[in-house]
Every structure is written in structure tokens, then in C-alpha cells.
Nanobody
């Protein structure tokens, strides 16, 4: 049974930093590309960042480029999202998701972790 568990969310002032973690179990972690998404209250879920299985390739939404960094440690089955220069508009529930073997769809999601940025 595959499980993804996020942690690291919380309340931070604008300009501050947080690091989110997503720990996976139940599958060979390094094979699968993974993504971070977020969903603000009353809005649709949106893509934040993605990373290949090896960690050698990354992609970011324009809204977070230059402020957020996605990474992974395959020895720990864990993916990270370092968030710097946080803005109130970054407030959302953040989810990690694992892509399927072909990288075409998302087959597992975490439960989400709340990030709140105060102005």
C-alpha cells in the first residue's frame, strides 16, 4: 500500500521561509516523478513544482519560480519543497503527488499540509 505523508506546514510571516516534506512508503521511490500542488480556499488546485525520479530535472510554476526549490532524497524516500520569500498569496493547503510509471497521471496523493502566510 502506497502512502504519501506531508509535513512542515505552519504559520509564517510574509518574507519568511518554510520547508515542506513528503515521505513515501510502499513503492520504489526513486522510479517515480513527483509533484507539489496547492489549493487555496475557494480556488482550484494548482501545480507548484515537479521533480524527476532521479532528481535531475525540475519544473516550477511561474508564481513560485526563484522563491521555491523542489528536491528529493531517494535514500530517505522523501521529497522537499523549500519555500522562501513567502507571500500571503502562497497561503494554501499543499499536497504532494506521485506520478505513475509512465509519468502521465497522478496515482497517489498525500493528505495535505496547511501553509498560512500572514501579512
Amino acid at each position: 500500500q502506497v502512502q504519501l505523508v506531508e509535513s512542515g506546514g505552519g504559520l509564517v510571516q510574509a518574507g519568511g521561509s518554510l520547508r515542506l516534506s513528503c515521505t513515501a512508503s510502499g513503492r520504489t521511490f526513486s522510479i517515480y516523478a513527483m509533484d507539489w500542488f496547492r489549493q487555496a480556499s475557494g480556488k482550484e488546485r494548482e501545480f507548484v513544482a515537479s521533480i524527476t525520479g532521479s532528481g535531475g530535472g525540475t519544473n516550477y510554476a511561474d508564481s513560485v519560480k526563484g522563491r521555491f526549490t523542489i528536491s528529493r532524497d531517494n535514500t530517505k524516500n522523501t521529497m522537499y519543497l523549500q519555500m522562501n520569500s513567502l507571500k500571503p498569496e502562497d497561503t494554501a493547503v499543499y499536497y504532494c503527488a506521485s506520478r505513475d510509471y509512465w509519468g502521465q497521471s497522478y496515482d497517489y496523493w498525500g493528505q495535505g499540509t496547511q501553509v498560512t502566510v500572514s501579512s
